[in-house]
């Protein structure tokens, strides 16, 4: 019991903080953007885009440390260049 308490209080106070994480966030939200994309056969396919970048830009907009936004930047503009092939 203790180990899962502790497990969570690391989880809340370093995990979400982490680089990883957010790029983990910001994959999700492109994994969501393709199935909608595929699933939907969406007419208006630049909608669907301009609200995944909006998302991803508030995940980036959270992040207080500059050096990690940029990096988080980089990694979305390769994500949405994967996209558009």
């Known amino acids: 019991m203790i180990i899962f308490i502790a497990f969570g209080l ?5 995990a979400r903080r982490t680089l990883l994480y957010k ?3 910001i994959e999700y939200l492109l994994s969501w953007y393709k ?3 595929k699933k939907f056969k969406c007419h208006d396919e630049s909608a669907l885009r301009q609200s995944l970048i909006e998302e991803t830009k508030k995940i980036l907009s959270n992040e ?3 050096t990690k ?3 988080l930047e980089e ?3 390769r994500l949405l260049a994967e996209i558009e092939r």
């Open 10 to 14: 690391w989880y809340v106070s370093y």
């Open 23 to 25: 790029k983990m966030q």
């Open 35 to 37: 199935i909608a994309a």
């Open 64 to 66: 207080p440390d500059t």
């Open 69 to 71: 936004r940029k990096a």
């Open 75 to 77: 990694h979305m503009n």
